[in-house]
């Protein structure tokens, strides 16, 4: 069965640089999410879309943005890199239907900024 | 807001032992709870969930969670431990969040299992 992508799974940026990641969604999956897993540390919820619209806000700080494209893809943007930001970044969709659905996890893109 | 506790952040256990990893949930409403486990540079997959219905739920690998609302708990279980079971595993709790739904993990625990 189709998993959701993320794309690159790795990733090196220098303090104050700008890195984008990517998000495939399974495929009629309307909803993504998207979540920041420090090392030692459980994921925490940034953002979230639902139909091309943000749905909620995490903590996220203002240095990130994100969107969701008419294909449901979805990419993170993040700019002003600081060290902090090092981490596992999840993204996750969910299908079409009730609020009790289950979110698939991406595999995740490991950031490491230097 | 809802919330998750675990307890403990660690869990050794013999192979082929009883698997215990406790969670304890705080919500103003019904829950719906779920299970995750992830191996080393690995995503999140997903264990099992709880929605309404049956208490005891079956997930894969062996693995089953019982709700008891009366205590708040969702522990996770499994009759017998496997090396390959050696993971990291996390509840969560999701709740509404304006047209979609997040969720709310616990710290996570890393259970072991030893020959």
């Given at each position: 069965?189709?998993?959701v992508?993320?794309?690159?799974?790795?990733?090196?940026?220098?303090?104050?640089?700008?890195?984008?990641?990517?998000?495939?969604p399974i495929p009629r999956h309307d909803t993504v999410?998207?979540?920041?897993?420090?090392?030692?540390?459980?994921?925490?919820?940034?953002?979230?879309?639902?139909?091309?619209?943000?749905?909620?806000?995490?903590?996220?700080?203002?240095?990130?943005?994100?969107?969701?494209?008419?294909?449901y893809?979805?990419?993170?943007?993040?700019?002003?890199?600081?060290?902090?930001?090092?981490?596992?970044?999840?993204?996750?969709s969910s299908p079409p239907?009730?609020?009790?659905?289950?979110?698939y996890?991406?595999?995740?893109?490991?950031?490491?900024?230097? | 807001?809802?919330?998750?506790?675990?307890?403990?952040?660690?869990?050794?256990?013999?192979?082929?032992?009883?698997?215990?990893?406790?969670?304890?949930?705080?919500?103003?409403?019904?829950?719906?709870?779920?299970?995750?486990?992830?191996?080393?540079?690995?995503?999140?997959?997903?264990?099992?969930?709880?929605?309404?219905?049956?208490?005891?739920?079956?997930?894969?690998?062996?693995?089953?969670?019982?709700?008891?609302?009366?205590?708040?708990?969702?522990?996770?279980?499994?009759?017998?431990?496997?090396?390959?079971?050696?993971?990291?595993?996390?509840?969560?709790?999701?709740?509404?969040?304006?047209?979609?739904?997040?969720?709310?993990?616990?710290?996570?625990?890393?259970?072991?299992?030893?020959?």
């Open positions: 069965a189709a998993g992508i993320q794309s690159p799974r790795h990733l090196i940026k220098e303090k104050r640089e700008t890195a984008t990641l990517k998000c495939y999410y998207w979540y920041q897993q420090g090392p030692g540390q459980d994921p925490q919820f940034l953002i979230s879309f639902y139909e091309k619209m943000q749905s909620d806000k995490g903590s996220i700080p203002d240095r990130f943005s994100a969107q969701q494209f008419s294909d893809h979805s990419e993170l943007n993040m700019s002003s890199l600081e060290l902090g930001d090092s981490a596992l970044y999840f993204c996750a239907g009730s609020f009790t659905d289950t979110q996890f991406g595999p995740g893109t490991r950031l490491t900024v230097l | 807001a809802q919330s998750v506790t675990q307890l403990g952040s660690h869990v050794s256990v013999s192979e082929g032992a009883l698997v215990l990893l406790r969670c304890n949930y705080s919500s103003s409403v019904p829950p719906y709870l779920f299970w995750y486990v992830q191996y080393p540079n690995q995503g999140l997959q997903l264990l099992l969930k709880y929605t309404t219905g049956a208490t005891l739920v079956k997930g894969i690998n062996g693995f089953e969670a019982e709700f008891k609302k009366s205590e708040t708990s969702f522990h996770l279980t499994k009759p017998s431990a496997h090396m390959s079971d050696a993971a990291e595993y996390f509840c969560a709790v999701s709740e509404i969040a304006g047209t979609a739904s997040k969720l709310t993990f616990g710290t996570g625990t890393r259970l072991q299992v030893t020959l």
